[in-house]
């Protein structure tokens, strides 16, 4: 999706705000001077700084790790609230490059729950693309635990925030949101939405990414831009439901 949204950023802006921070990928394309990035989860947050802070150290722990099951199933019981933010970084990257699908997600409990993945060799040091990653974050960049709303308050006048929330599910077998031990529901997308439109009317410029659910185009049918976008999924159990879809982005 990140590729889409980059083709609709605009040629200049002030800061860059991104308050749902995921993977990141559209912060690392452009690598804005300035920046605030933010997400709900803590250990989100808490592996970027790690890797911000101590790339060094994250790095040697992947070389050491095994890939094996065992080790897996060790790890992902262990107490991350315990780690440094370098091990809690090494911690969060050995389980999505070994994970079933790359998948982050979590019980009521918060305990990551999701089963060893079936991969022959992953890569689960790459030692330069972490260095790189670590000199893009060192920059001016702000990186908080925040909700989406108190992420952006700071937010100016040609300043650009890209939003890319957990999606509206397309079905009701697609709900698929729980990142963190909370929800992220209809009352949220709404507030989202609301928040949107504010920054919109402050002179922010403004970038959404949804599903192409019917509630999203409800939900931005007036005072926004809403393009139609192909974009490949992969989370899926089942091979034949993985490939292209359609999404939205919104300005």
């Not at 031990?181 to 402050?202: C, E, I, N, W």
Request: hydrophobic share 40%; net charge neutral.
């Amino acid at each position: 999706m990140f590729v889409n949204a980059l083709r609709l950023v605009p040629e200049k802006y002030g800061a860059y705000f991104e308050p749902f921070l995921g993977g990141a990928a559209l912060f690392f394309a452009l690598r804005p001077n300035t920046a605030v990035l933010a997400d709900s989860n803590e250990r989100l947050v808490r592996t970027y700084r790690g890797v911000a802070e101590d790339v060094d150290q994250v790095i040697a722990l992947l070389a050491e790790w095994p890939h094996d099951r065992e080790f897996f199933l060790k790890l992902r019981h262990a107490d991350t609230s315990a780690m440094t933010d370098a091990e809690l970084a090494a911690w969060f990257i050995y389980l999505n490059r070994t994970g079933f699908n790359g998948l982050y997600r979590v019980n009521r409990q918060n305990q990551f729950n999701v089963p060893f993945g079936r991969y022959e060799n992953p890569t689960i040091c790459d030692a330069t693309g972490l260095r790189a990653c670590s000199a893009v974050l060192r920059r001016s960049v702000k990186i908080q635990v925040s909700d989406f709303e108190v992420a952006v308050a700071g937010a100016h006048e040609g300043d650009l925030v890209y939003f890319d929330p957990p999606y509206v599910p397309v079905s009701e077998h697609s709900n698929f949101t729980r990142y963190t031990s909370d929800t992220f529901g209809a009352g949220d997308q709404r507030r989202l939405r609301d928040v949107a439109l504010g920054l919109k009317r402050r002179g922010v410029k403004v970038l959404l990414s949804n599903s192409s659910a019917p509630a999203v185009f409800d939900l931005y049918a007036k005072n926004f831009e809403i393009h139609s976008v192909g974009a490949r999924r992969a989370l899926n159990c089942k091979g034949d439901r993985r490939g292209e879809v359609t999404e939205v982005i919104i300005q």
